[in-house]
T-cell receptor, first 112, second 113 residues
Framework: AQSVTQLGSHVSVSEGALVLLRCNYS??????LFWYVQYPNQGLQLLLK??????LVKGINGFEAEFKKSETSFHLTKPSAHMSDAAEYFC??????????FGAGTILRVKS | KAGVTQTPRYLIKTRGQQVTLSCSPI?????VSWYQQTPGQGLQFLFE???????NKGNFPGRFSGRQFSNSRSEMNVSTLELGDSALYLC????????????FGPGTRLTVL
């Protein structure tokens, strides 16, 4: 069964520093991978989606993710963190039956 | 285009009661999925409907049920509520299948006392 592992339940960075959130997946077929962000008391907002068209995927708010098949990874990065990036981030893989399998989430804290 | 809407946003129920949550998908989307989010278990898939038919179901007891109407709107029902059913229930809509992006609503926060 497909699964997603997010390394680090909490990540803390300084404002202006690089953001790196890690995601590894297991999938027996080419995956459809997603990153979502959740702000307190809100639903999930799509950041970006991997569809095999390109290994480097650009998303909203300056985020991007690189698909590495050899490492089964899909890490999320942003060159310079803003205070408004503080939220919880979820990596997910979409499987047949239109089901998203989520990682446990990573809470990003941005220090001023 | 309007996003996914969910009603109500907040609910407080007592054990043993039942509850119905509603979800209106993005116009043109025919698939609606439901997820439960709790601090302990994270985000878990409940079920998915497409063209009024349940196509997939997660590992939840039969107390959790759903349906979809001809206009793609969906409802989920939880009967005989338990304390452990307290959660954020999220609805997501997509165009057709797992190759499409799922867009989420704001969720319904259910508290069971």
């Amino acid at each position: 069964a497909q699964s997603v592992t997010q390394l680090g339940s909490h990540v803390s960075v300084s404002e202006g520093a690089l953001v790196l959130l890690r995601c590894n997946y297991s999938s027996s077929v080419p995956p459809y991978l997603f990153w979502y962000v959740q702000y307190p008391n809100q639903g999930l907002q799509l950041l970006l989606k991997y569809t095999s068209a390109a290994t480097l995927v650009k998303g909203i708010n300056g985020f991007e993710a690189e698909f590495k098949k050899s490492e089964t990874s899909f890490h999320l990065t942003k060159p310079s963190a803003h205070m408004s990036d503080a939220a919880e981030y979820f990596c997910a893989v979409s499987v047949r039956g239109n089901k998203l399998v989520f990682g446990a989430g990573t809470i990003l804290r941005v220090k001023s | 285009k309007a996003g996914v809407t969910q009603t109500p946003r907040y609910l407080i129920k007592t054990r043993g009661q039942q509850v119905t949550l509603s979800c209106s998908p993005i116009s043109g989307h025919r698939s609606v999925s439901w997820y439960q989010q709790t601090p302990g278990q994270g985000l878990q898939f409940l079920f998915e409907y497409f063209s009024e038919t349940q196509r997939n179901k997660g590992n939840f007891p039969g107390r959790f049920s759903g349906r979809q109407f001809s206009n793609s709107r969906s409802e989920m029902n939880v009967s005989t509520l338990e304390l452990g059913d307290s959660a954020l229930y999220l609805c997501a809509s997509s165009f057709r299948d797992h190759t499409d992006t799922q867009y989420f609503g704001p969720g319904t926060r259910l508290t069971v006392l």
